[in-house]
């Protein structure tokens, strides 16, 4: 610094340099050196263009300092490397910095109108309002370096009041205004060039209508200009032209491309800023201009929800002024109308939710605006308030962030305490933003990571005092902490105080909440406002915490599908667990618990159902570590516990234990959304537990004696036995047994024909009992066992013997059940017949070889079930069994790959469907391009319809046509909101590339034919 000053002194014969109070103001510059070095750098510039004027000020100031020059300079020189720049270029504009008080804060120029004289005078143009299409006389480069010449200077003079104030936040509204209104007059200046060029004799009435920021009139120091343009026929056109002609279109489409180029452009003189129309009707594919008429239309029956949102903000900005009024008063209306329609809130907070889930990782807490707890925060909370109220109150329709939130805590929407906490955060980050901008003119809201430019934008935030780093992190940190806070509170806080009426804080009425309720999804307002009063109603410990957590509470239920239900469960869930502290304690210390619970409440009635019956597992909700997949042998050493403690009388724990785990995979396929795949592994393993405890504990009751001794075993076929059954699979089972004991021990050859008359009979009452106790009414879930895939089907006996399933086997088995047992998995009972059971179906289920007309009856059977079992009315393009490549098609196909090569690969010989086709891409049996499609499609299949029983409760056969339940299972498949038609095409697009798949490796056809036609090319 000392260096820097020195060479200046020699170029101005001063002593800055020794000054001490020359040093202390270089010392408390942001960057003391980066000061000097500007000073410097301005001089040299001085010199060189023999400016006198601005060196002998200097030497003035030096002597006796009275201009605040120097002050000034070396303010603005410390902070902004691009301004210093702009003064090197031009370093008569640096004695445009002198002045006793500020020099455009508070001052007469600081004016709309005074900021558009200036601008219009710097292009030469006439700044008269009576003349209403402003044509300048210094065009071309000429024009283009005057305007953004002037511009710059009156940047320059903001940011050396900006940063010279004591108190920036208090002024950071105005800083606002101005950059918004030079920014008008910077497009009416580009605008008049524009116009000398190519439209001198206004051919085309034009107006500029600023959308954004600027047009609620709180831009930023660099930030697009967001606009639309409207045209209409000029001065001397027909009376009744509807619109321009075509010259006049032509000439206003190229006035808009050169306004943009002379804001925008690079130059001899640094760009401005970007002039974008992405706002418009139909976005970057719409038509730059639009007659008023045009754009009604478009609003009226065309537009999207957010697009009415940006139009809260709009206004004349440039160009003709009746034009633009007329505009605005024909176009805010469309605002108010639309935020009345069905789900537009929604609308609106899924746009911000996706905004925010779209940020870098890496920028998530760096970014001051669009991240959360910022700036955008704030503002999507003002105007959602104003959406949901504005329809009926227009005081609150005000564009700008903070007047909106000061008018909104006056007419009682927000607590005035809330407001103004809003308020105080707005204003801190808005310093930091523009603090963070003005180092380089550049758009940007994210804190920088090196520590240079870290301690730098401290000292730039902080004139005074503590100006470290530190300061600014935690200054940041509470801000944004207090932001997601407001932004939490401020939509249900008052809904609460209307359902208790208490009017202290807000005025809010009970209609008044009622409509806020259903603005932001809830379907039934009047039972929510009942549910929350039952919830915070009293003096007790929980109605006090309920009221403490239901804001953030009903916001989150909100982010659900269905608020309604989630709502009701949570006020279920609280008359539970009332006098529960650890339910109590994590409401009152766990968002993160609270925002889960949220989250399965609105998503799943499957899993809020089993909440209701096991409240305590709300517990695991907190805890990670109780969410986790448990090991199968976890689960049946616990079931071991229970048929020790209980024996016999272990059927009801059993359940329970059950019952806990469903609900357990339930929370975490809600919560962390897993593959299809480890869902339907967890369902199975439980599944699996549960059969063989209860035939352990049954044959503790049934074994008595007389009895003769036996094993037993219970196989599991189809989706469990391939382990991958859903919430709402039944269990496909075999049961089979064997006498056992030692006849030599006993003197006998074998057991009697009495004996084995009665063991038959008592095998079989033991596999009925495991059916009816398995799938016995109950609030908790139980296993629909279903033995019809037996040989001989309902007419074959329950139970065989493994000697009966070898005859049957070797002398009356179809082609079917050998598909069929290519899922038989040994579940329960004992180990050694369940091993010899395996051995006894291998040979069968994967032969040497397929006979050709094994594999006709597979496609034959195949084809009939396709044309018989579809229910009626079902569309096989949508249903998830039975249809157009959906689980039947894909499984199939996977099983004749194992019955054909299963002997020859032994990866093949597994009871699952992926591994099984992941074996055949490992084989060269299936083209890993083929093995995709079918996976997705199976993935597909198999997750809608957990999602689906999730959601509801009930089995879904088909794809869901109810958009409401197609949205559900949309996000319990990892979708974004909004997203549900995407699932659908998804579907279809999935199962339609794999029926193709199927057609050419099941059914042998040449590819040539319509894949929803199965009969079309056959081979066979």
């Known amino acids: 610094m000392l260096r820097f000053l020195g060479e200046v002194d020699e170029q101005l014969g001063t002593t800055l340099a020794d000054d001490s109070a020359v040093r202390a103001l270089f010392a408390a510059a942001v960057d003391p050196d980066a000061a000097a070095l500007g000073l410097l750098r301005i001089v040299e510039a001085a010199d060189a263009c023999d400016d006198a004027g601005l060196l002998d000020a200097l030497r003035e100031e030096s002597a006796s300092p009275s201009t605040g020059l120097l002050q000034r300079i070396v303010t603005v020189a410390g902070a902004s490397e691009a301004l210093t720049d702009h003064l090197v270029r031009h370093p008569a504009s640096a004695l445009g910095l002198r002045g006793e008080g500020p020099l455009l804060l508070d001052s007469p120029g600081a004016g709309a109108e005074a900021l558009r004289d200036l601008l219009l005078h710097a292009v030469g143009a006439d700044s008269d309002r009576d003349v209403a299409s402003p044509v300048a006389t210094r065009t071309g480069q000429e024009g283009v370096d005057a305007l953004r010449r002037a511009y710059r200077d009156e940047v320059l003079h903001l940011v050396a009041d900006d940063l010279g104030s004591a108190e920036p936040a208090r002024v950071v509204d105005e800083v606002c205004r101005i950059l918004s209104d030079l920014a008008g007059a910077a497009v009416e200046a580009a605008l008049a060039i524009a116009r000398a060029e190519l439209d001198p004799h206004v051919r085309v009435r034009m107006a500029v209508i600023a959308m954004g920021k600027c047009g609620a009139r709180e831009l930023n120091y660099v930030s697009d200009v967001d606009v639309v343009y409207v045209h209409a026929p000029g001065e001397d056109a027909p009376v009744d032209a509807a619109a321009p002609d075509d010259d006049g279109v032509k000439a206003a489409e190229d006035m808009v491309a050169r306004i943009t180029e002379i804001v925008g452009a690079a130059g001899q003189e640094p760009a401005l800023w970007e002039l974008d129309a992405a706002l418009r009707p139909e976005g970057k594919s719409g038509r730059l201009l639009r007659t008023v008429d045009e754009f009604d239309a478009y609003y009226s029956d065309v537009a999207e929800s957010w697009e009415f949102q940006a139009l809260l903000k709009s206004r004349h900005l440039a160009g003709d002024v009746f034009l633009g009024r007329e505009w605005a008063d024909r176009m805010r209306p469309h605002v108010w109308s639309a935020s009345q329609r069905d789900g537009f809130v929604e609308g609106v907070r899924a746009m911000r939710r996706r905004v925010v889930s779209l940020l870098p990782t890496q920028q998530a807490d760096a970014q001051i605006k669009l991240g959360r707890g910022g700036l955008r925060d704030v503002e999507f909370s003002a105007q959602l308030l104003q959406l949901v109220h504005g329809g009926v109150d227009e005081s609150i329709r005000a564009p700008a962030t903070l007047l909106a939130l000061s008018r909104l805590g006056e007419r009682g929407y927000i607590a005035r305490s809330d407001a103004r906490g809003l308020d105080e955060c707005y204003r801190f980050l808005r310093v930091v933003e523009h603090r963070l901008q003005i180092p380089r003119l550049l758009r940007t809201a994210v804190i920088p990571q090196l520590e240079d430019r870290r301690r730098r934008l401290a000292r730039a935030v902080y004139s005074t005092g503590d100006r470290t780093t530190a300061r600014l992190d935690r200054a940041l940190a509470d801000v944004r902490r207090r932001v997601r806070s407001y932004h939490e509170q401020i939509f249900y806080r008052p809904i609460l105080d209307a359902a208790s009426s208490d009017t202290v804080l807000t005025s809010l009425t009970a209609a008044d909440a009622r409509d806020r309720l259903s603005a932001f999804g809830y379907r039934d307002p009047k039972a929510a406002l009942t549910h929350i009063q039952a919830a915070t109603s009293g003096v007790s410990r929980a109605a006090v915490i309920h009221r403490q957590v239901l804001p953030a509470m009903l916001d989150w239920l909100a982010e659900g599908v269905n608020p309604d239900a989630g709502l009701l469960a949570f006020r279920r869930l609280g008359e539970s667990l009332r006098d529960s502290s650890w339910y109590l304690r994590l409401l009152r210390d766990s968002g993160s618990a609270v925002h889960s619970l949220a989250a399965v409440l609105s998503a799943s009635s499957y899993a809020t159902s089993l909440l209701q019956h096991v409240p305590n597992a709300v517990a695991w909700i907190d805890d990670d570590s109780a969410l986790a997949p448990r090991p199968r042998e976890s689960i049946a050493r616990e079931a071991r516990t229970l048929l020790a403690r209980h024996g016999a009388r272990a059927l009801q724990p059993l359940r329970a234990l059950h019952g806990r785990e469903v609900l357990r995979t339930a929370l975490t396929d809600v919560l962390e959304q897993p593959g299809v795949d480890e869902t339907a592994a967890a369902l199975s393993r439980n599944a699996d537990v549960y059969l063989d405890a209860l035939v352990s504990a049954l044959r503790l009751s049934m074994d008595g004696e007389g009895v003769p001794p036996y094993e037993f075993a219970v196989i599991a076929m189809g989706r469990l036995g391939g382990a991958e059954i859903g919430y709402f699979s039944d269990a496909d089972v075999m049961f089979a047994y064997r006498p056992s004991g030692d006849p030599e021990a006993s003197g006998s050859t074998g057991p009697t024909s009495e004996d084995a008359s009665t063991l038959a009979a008592h095998v079989k009452r033991l596999a009925l009992a495991l059916t009816k106790e398995a799938s016995r009414p109950d609030a908790l879930p139980g296993i629909l066992v279903d033995s019809d895939l037996r040989p001989e089907g309902r007419s074959g006996p329950l139970v065989r013997s493994l000697e009966s399933y070898a005859s049957y086997y070797a002398k009356w088995s179809e082609p079917w059940e050998a598909q069929a047992l290519l899922r038989a998995r040994p579940i329960a009972g004992d180990a050694a017949l369940c091993e010899d059971f395996v051995a006894l179906i291998d040979d069968l289920r994967y032969p040497e070889s397929v006979p050709e007309r094994s594999v006709r009856q597979m496609r034959k059977l ?99 046509a109810d958009l409401f339940e197609l949205e559900a299972c949309a996000r319990l498949l990892g979708y974004p909101a909004g997203q549900s038609r995407e699932l659908a095409e998804d579907y279809r697009s999935a199962t339609r590339r794999a029926r193709r798949v199927v057609e050419r490796l099941f059914f042998g056809f040449d590819g040539t034919a319509d894949a929803d036609d199965p009969w079309a090319n056959r081979h066979d």
């Open 862 to 960: 195949k084809a009939r079930m396709e044309a018989e079992r579809l229910p009626r009315g079902a569309d096989r393009r949508t249903h998830l069994k039975l249809g157009r490549g959906s689980l039947s098609d894909v499984e199939w196909t996977v099983q004749l790959l194992q019955l054909s090569h299963g002997r020859r690969v032994e990866e093949l010989r597994t009871t699952s469907t992926l591994p099984a086709l992941s074996a055949a891409v490992d084989a060269s049996l299936i083209a890993e391009t083929d093995a995709d499609v079918l996976r997705e499609a199976w993935l597909l299949a198999s997750g809608l319809r957990s999602a689906a029983m999730l959601f509801r409760g009930r089995t879904a056969a088909s794809l869901p």
